[in-house]
């Protein structure tokens, strides 16, 4: 057979395969967020960034097939994630650093770290952005929108929150706070054992059971709310008073009262 038409033979096979591939359909979820532009809530997830437009459908935005982690909504239309490329992308770095849409998703940019930095957990406040980066086990700051980074205290974390100027994170030695910026870190004494935390009107998290409970001193004393049916795998806090939490399962839970009463706003197929 003839060079020529043997790789054009492979090259058809390829293309053939790639298109015949299965969806892998949503996977892990990692994060979860509302859009202020239109309302609509978005699963970060280990196979796309995917739009929920139904309580048992969910789009994958562009079609593309790519790990999400660190997913947090910083405006309309405008979200900040990291992760990893997906099997259409074989030539990319494995770690896609800080990347940024502002188009819902459609598109995203690096901002910075490409091929370095895996930052499994985002948390912006005011000018400042944290993160946590799996990669060199430290908790990271930005003044600049994540373009420059400086180093914090070697943590390893699983989420952040910002509020009354201090740093929450979650760590499997449980709750501890900053407040030199992620420096250096201590415990929060008698924290229940949260495995997500989250900063709006109080601070609000869930523990390894999937509790709620809220802190409206710093931390200091804590009162229980609502639980969920198990734990969560991706947690967040919408204005004052609502939270969004995914759970193992992949379903997505939606509470208006701060945690007391939980309804499924997405269930996936398979559950």
Sequence with gaps: M?????????????????????DPGIGHVHGVGVDPADGAVYLAA???????????????????????????VTGPKTFLASGHPGEDTPEAPPNLGLIRTTDAGATWTTVSEEGGADFHALE??????????????????????????????AEQVNDLAFAGERLYATTPDGLKVSANRGMDFEPVEKA????????????????TGGRIH??????RSWRPAGALPGPA??????GENRLLAVTEDGIVHDSGDGGGMFNVLFRPANT
């Excluded at 060079?3 to 395969?17: F, K, P």
């Excluded at 229940?192 to 523990?207: M, R, S, Y």
């Design 46 to 72: 280990h196979y796309g960034l995917f739009k929920v437009t139904g309580e048992s459908s969910a789009q994958r935005v562009a079609g593309r097939v790519r790990d999400h982690m660190g997913f947090t």
């Design 214 to 219: 809220s802190s409206d001193d710093g931390g």
């Design 124 to 153: 912006p406040a005011g000018a400042d952005l944290y993160a946590f980066d799996s990669v060199t086990g430290r908790v990271r700051a930005s003044g600049d929108g994540g373009t420059t980074w400086t180093q914090g205290a």
């Design 233 to 238: 795998v991706a947690f967040a806090a919408i």
């Design 2 to 22: 003839p060079r020529t038409l043997a790789c054009l033979l492979l090259v058809l096979t390829a293309t053939a395969c790639a298109q015949e591939r299965p």
């Design 192 to 207: 229940p054992p949260l495995t997500h935390v989250a900063a709006a009107k109080e601070l609000t998290g869930v523990d």
